[in-house]
T-cell receptor, first 118, second 113 residues
Framework: GAGVSQSPRYKVAKRGQDVALRCDPI?????LFWYQQALGQGPEFLTY????????KSGLPSDRFFAERPEGSVSTLKIQRTQQEDSAVYLC????????????????FGDGTRLSIL | AQSVTQLDSQVPVFEEAPVELRCNYS??????LFWYVQYPNQGLQLLLK??????LVKGINGFEAEFNKSQTSFHLRKPSVHISDTAEYFC???????????FGAGTRLFVKA
């Protein structure tokens, strides 16, 4: 069955360029999460959407990071003026859960986008 | 705020031996606890979760974990490992009723023949 799809799988960009990472969640999933996973570390929360509403963006490292989910389905994570410290794997996850029930439903992860900034 | 500490960065073990991956958490409120597995170049897959009720939780692939509130631990166990269990394992915590998941740094399980 269709899982969470992320594209591109790999992205190489020069420092200072803008990048856009796409996430196609499982159809019908209300909740969508973005995580950043540095090499050898666990994922770190970036932001959370419930449908099209961005309910939490407290994990975004700087104002160069921007995420959107305009129609409550596909989401895009944009990084402006990339820096070398932005190099990481960016994971997207979706869940059928919402609100206080979100813990009852598993998060389904995509395979991630590996971003390398030269 | 919640935090998670995985006490071992790497655990080598022989095939068919038992294994325990240790996890301690910190929180001033009730939490949900999770274990995820990550194979190379893939996303995370949920192994098991503790929300409430029985403190012994059984998951997929023969794994189980025990929630110990007094010791703030949620250790993952498997009685007999296979080569295919070689992967990175992440313990995670979520505030009960919240949505932000906090992950540990991971434990690399390496199963040797």
């Amino acid at each position: 069955g269709a899982g969470v799809s992320q594209s591109p799988r790999y992205k190489v960009a020069k420092r200072g360029q803008d990048v856009a990472l796409r996430c196609d969640p499982i159809s019908g999933h209300v909740s969508l999460f973005w995580y950043q996973q540095a090499l050898g570390q666990g994922p770190e929360f970036l932001t959370y959407f419930q449908n099209e509403a961005q309910l939490d963006k407290s994990g975004l490292p700087s104002d160069r990071f921007f995420a959107e989910r305009p129609e409550g389905s596909v989401s895009t994570l944009k990084i402006q003026r990339t820096q070398q410290e932005d190099s990481a794997v960016y994971l997207c996850a979706s869940s059928a859960g919402r609100g206080i029930g979100i813990g009852n439903q598993p998060q389904h992860f995509g395979d991630g986008t590996r971003l390398s900034i030269l | 705020a919640q935090s998670v500490t995985q006490l071992d960065s790497q655990v080598p073990v022989f095939e068919e031996a038992p294994v325990e991956l240790r996890c301690n958490y910190s929180s001033s409120v009730s939490v949900y606890l999770f274990w995820y597995v990550q194979y190379p170049n893939q996303g995370l897959q949920l192994l098991l979760k503790y929300l409430s009720g029985s403190t012994l939780v059984k998951g997929i692939n023969g794994f189980e974990a025990e929630f110990n509130k007094s010791q703030t631990s949620f250790h993952l166990r498997k009685p007999s490992v296979h080569i295919s269990d070689t992967a990175e394992y992440f313990c995670a915590v979520m505030r009960a009723g919240g949505f932000k998941t906090i992950f540990g740094a991971g434990t690399r399980l390496f199963v040797k023949a």
